[in-house]
């Protein structure tokens, strides 16, 4: 499918203006732009990516004309579910709607969804595999278990992949990050750039499954290119959990100068090394690098 032509709905947000750079080294991309921001006009206007206006509220049909493949990252937050669960399930539902109508009136030949780890909760487990019950107690994992049924349910599931990403983690295309600027990782490596020391509110003993852009975009790549087995469910992950300190200290480590470290109170329920289901996605040929230093390094740049 290279040389196709991709539409990537919320394709200018954290991780999805990163997968629209990385794609379009050999694909036509266009994305989706909810509202208009300086940061998100001048990423645009510097590069080669199209870009159509689409509001799920009011648009019932994704924007654009054919594409090859259709990549949905326009999911509700966890601060935006956790604010107004009934506006964020909507806007879910309404985003998968129109992605089911553009497969369904051969706008495109398949879908690759975004949905979240978030789908099995939050209680802690040791392993967690696509398969096992599902007891999302938040909003934000409820809608994404919602909108997952949806596409499950529909007519054109055998041109649908559903990834379930745990903690991914990069540097950022553009400043205008949203709701995502709180997240640990970019945190962490402001705090390096902009202070030359590192503060956590938690004992850095609690653990995250985190996984670096680029093993997320390869991941991506591979499902587009893919002939067979790409149209499934899978866990998107590293598959092994790290501790914060661990975390803290590789992101240190990639800091041009010695950085300290101090670490709070704060505990999570995630007390214990856990373990993620990886085998569906590196049955198609994934192998996720777990190159955290490097996008530390560029992220701590690009705060700098």
Same mark, same amino acid.
């Given at each position: 499918?290279?040389?196709?032509?991709?539409?990537?709905?919320?394709?200018?947000?954290?991780?999805?203006?990163?997968?629209?750079?990385?794609?379009?080294?050999?694909?036509?991309?266009?994305?989706?732009?909810?509202?208009?921001?300086?940061?998100?006009?001048?990423?645009?206007?510097?590069?080669?990516?199209?870009?159509?206006?689409?509001?799920?509220?009011?648009?019932?049909?994704?924007?654009?004309?054919?594409?090859?493949?259709?990549?949905?990252?326009?999911?509700?937050?966890?601060?935006?579910? &956790?604010?107004?669960? !009934?506006?964020?399930?909507?806007? /879910?539902? #309404?985003? @998968? %709607?129109?992605? $089911?109508?553009?497969?369904?009136?051969?706008?495109?030949?398949?879908?690759?969804?975004?949905?979240?780890?978030?789908?099995?909760?939050?209680?802690?487990?040791?392993?967690?595999?696509?398969?096992?019950?599902?007891?999302?107690?938040?909003?934000?994992?409820?809608?994404?278990?919602?909108?997952?049924?949806?596409?499950?349910?529909?007519?054109?599931?055998?041109?649908?992949?559903?990834?379930?990403?745990?903690?991914?983690?990069?540097?950022?295309?553009?400043?205008?990050?949203?709701?995502?600027?709180?997240?640990?990782?970019?945190?962490?490596?402001?705090?390096?750039?902009?202070?030359?020391?590192?503060?956590?509110?938690?004992? &850095?003993?609690?653990? !995250?499954?985190?996984?670096?852009? /680029?093993? #997320?975009? @390869? %991941?991506?790549? $591979?499902?587009?290119?893919?002939?067979?087995?790409?149209?499934?469910?899978?866990?998107?992950?590293?598959?092994?959990?790290?501790?914060?300190?661990?975390?803290?200290?590789?992101?240190?480590?990639?800091?041009?100068?010695?950085?300290?470290?101090?670490?709070?109170?704060?505990?999570?329920?995630?007390?214990?090394?856990?373990?993620?289901?990886?085998?569906?996605?590196?049955?198609?040929?994934?192998?996720?690098?777990?190159?955290?230093?490097?996008?530390?390094?560029?992220?701590?740049?690009?705060?700098?």
């Amino acid at each position: 499918m290279a040389d196709g032509r991709l539409l990537l709905v919320g394709g200018s947000g954290y991780f999805g203006a990163r997968l629209a750079e990385a794609l379009a080294d050999e694909w036509g991309v266009a994305v989706t732009v909810r509202s208009d921001t300086p940061a998100r006009a001048a990423w645009l206007a510097d590069s080669d990516i199209a870009s159509h206006r689409y509001d799920s509220s009011i648009d019932a049909a994704l924007p654009g004309d054919d594409y090859d493949a259709i990549v949905n990252l326009a999911m509700p937050g966890a601060q935006a579910a &956790g604010k107004d669960a !009934r506006a964020a399930m909507e806007q /879910g539902l #309404a985003t @998968a %709607a129109a992605c $089911l109508d553009a497969l369904q009136q051969g706008r495109a030949e398949r879908l690759i969804h975004f949905s979240t780890f978030h789908v099995y909760g939050g209680n802690a487990a040791e392993f967690y595999s696509e398969d096992m019950p599902k007891a999302p107690g938040h909003p934000y994992g409820q809608t994404h278990l919602a909108v997952e049924s949806e596409l499950l349910a529909s007519d054109v599931a055998d041109r649908i992949a559903i990834l379930r990403p745990t903690n991914m983690v990069g540097a950022p295309a553009h400043r205008d990050l949203g709701e995502q600027a709180g997240l640990i990782f970019l945190d962490l490596c402001r705090q390096a750039a902009e202070t030359g020391a590192m503060s956590l509110r938690n004992d &850095g003993r609690s653990y !995250r499954d985190i996984l670096p852009f /680029g093993d #997320a975009i @390869a %991941a991506v790549d $591979l499902l587009l290119r893919a002939e067979t087995g790409w149209n499934n469910l899978f866990n998107l992950s590293a598959g092994q959990a790290i501790t914060m300190r661990t975390l803290a200290e590789t992101i240190a480590a990639a800091a041009p100068r010695p950085i300290p470290i101090a670490y709070g109170d704060g505990t999570d329920a995630f007390r214990s090394p856990f373990r993620v289901d990886i085998s569906r996605l590196s049955a198609l040929g994934w192998a996720p690098s777990a190159g955290i230093a490097d996008e530390a390094r560029r992220t701590i740049a690009a705060f700098a």
